[in-house]
Nanobody, 122 residues
Framework: VQLQASGGGLVQAGGSLRLSCAGSGRTFGPVYMGWFRQAPGKEREFVAA????????YYSGSVKGRFTISRDNAKNTAYLQMNSLKPEDTAVYYC????????????????WGQGTLVTVSS
């Protein structure tokens, strides 16, 4: 399984970005796909996750109501729509996929994309 993240960039506070994460591999079909982020000098944190089959969504408190995770099973792609961006959302965003485990635990994700930088200016 390989994951390719894209869509990062520079945006002003209050703006929007949409990240994409395309999965490939003969047996692609995770239990969860998630987004995590890591800001400079900080630990990686959970942002959002989606049940690949169920479509159930989960968010961290800091992004709930502003970010929306979705997926297109036919395209093996997950999306993270980020609205009302704040400077504190600035980070490298990583997508990840797991076959079993807790959706919020990065250590339990087996596959990771390369990361895409999101910079929010004030």
């Amino acid at each position: 399984v390989q994951l390719q993240a894209s869509g990062g960039g520079l945006v002003q506070a209050g703006g929007s970005l949409r990240l994409s994460c395309a999965g490939s591999g003969r047996t692609f079909g995770p239990v969860y796909m998630g987004w995590f982020r890591q800001a400079p000098g900080k630990e990686r944190e959970f942002v959002a996750a989606i049940g690949w089959s169920s479509g159930s969504t989960y968010y961290s408190g800091s992004v709930k109501g502003r970010f929306t995770i979705s997926r297109d099973n036919a395209k093996n792609t997950a999306y993270l729509q980020m609205n009302s961006l704040k400077p504190e959302d600035t980070a490298v965003y990583y997508c990840a996929a797991q076959n079993s485990g807790r959706y919020y635990s990065g250590d339990e994700y087996q596959y990771w994309g390369q990361g895409t930088l999101v910079t929010v200016s004030s």
